[in-house]
């Protein structure tokens, strides 16, 4: 079980591990750069070095996500905006490499009605250039890729279904550098209905057979303010949404889900993640593996160990 969070990186980078401490995480997410501003933080290589090491040799801390600035529109038709976005998503996956961060999370954005088909090539352009553009990681450190993250599905977001997801990643030739981050609440509120062990197969089955298990290396574990396929992105905490740990237990805890990092986005009290949300994510994972447990137990073929014994006569 790994259960991460959001957290705030701070200008030297590595107040963000303790900040992942003080709350129980076992992984953080931080924005290298403020999300709603475009001018980037500019961060000295010994700086990267130095949270390399502390994230290298952290002993509850395993992995680091940055997430990419809000204003970022890869879709956009505005030469001046796309132009933006472009350099600044390969700054923010420059920064991610330099800290040896697990990925680059990304909201692709929005082709504001133009349509989806439309923008496809354009995005595609876009994540290459980032991809290819950015300084490299250092000598001996895994690559940063950029992983897209579905999206909620208002107006006109990309990444609103994971076709679209799929589209876009074979649009780059299916470059290895790109992976996934799944919301839960983008889900939910998009329509995917995984409450039950059998909506969470279909859904792993669908993200096996389009995008491929390899490529998921994050979830974003929220509950939501929001009613099922309300097309809205409204995080809200666990247990106090329309979700529920009812309906987040069989996707959390899946066997192929269940081990990735679960990054917490929710609002606590009004400052992101506590101490308390990551207690309650324990939770709903822990109620997820037990569903699976009592599905095997019960599933046809599966004999109880009571029932294999045979009397002697």
Request: a positive charge.
């Amino acid at each position: 079980m790994n259960i991460g969070a959001h957290v705030r990186g701070g200008g030297k980078l590595i107040p963000s591990l303790e900040a992942g401490v003080e709350i129980g995480a076992t992984s953080v997410q931080v924005f290298t750069q403020s999300p709603r501003m475009w001018k980037p933080s500019q961060y000295a290589p010994e700086v990267l070095a130095a949270f390399r090491d502390a994230q290298a040799q952290h002993p509850s801390v395993k992995q680091t996500f940055c997430h990419a600035t809000y204003l970022i529109n890869l879709a956009s038709s505005d030469k001046q905006l796309y132009r933006r976005s472009v350099d600044c998503l390969t700054h923010n996956l420059s920064v991610g490499r330099g800290m040896g961060a697990s990925g680059v999370v990304l909201h692709v954005g929005s082709h504001m009605g133009a349509g989806f088909d439309e923008v496809v090539d354009q995005i595609a352009g876009a994540l290459e250039h980032s991809l290819n553009n950015a300084d490299p990681s250092p000598p001996g450190v895994k690559d940063c890729p950029i992983l897209i993250e579905n999206a909620a599905g208002t107006g006109g977001t990309v990444g609103r279904s994971l076709e679209e997801i799929e589209a876009l990643i074979n649009a780059c030739g299916g470059d290895e550098r790109l992976g996934l981050c799944i919301d839960t609440q983008h889900l939910w509120a998009s329509g995917v209905d995984y409450s039950t062990v059998a909506g969470t197969k279909k859904l792993i089955k669908e993200i096996k057979d389009r995008i491929g298990l390899e490529r998921l290396r994050c979830l974003h574990l929220n509950d939501s303010k929001i009613e099922l396929g309300a097309n809205r992105d409204r995080h809200a905490n666990i247990d106090e949404g329309t979700i529920g740990t009812k309906g987040l237990a069989p996707l959390v805890g899946h066997p192929k889900i269940r081990d990735l990092p679960l990054l917490l986005e929710v609002p606590g009290s009004g400052e992101g993640p506590r101490a308390v949300d990551v207690k309650k994510a324990q939770k709903v994972v822990l109620a997820g593996i037990k569903l699976y447990a009592a599905a095997s137990k019960t599933a046809p073929g599966v004999k109880s160990t009571a029932a294999k014994k045979t009397t002697k006569k």
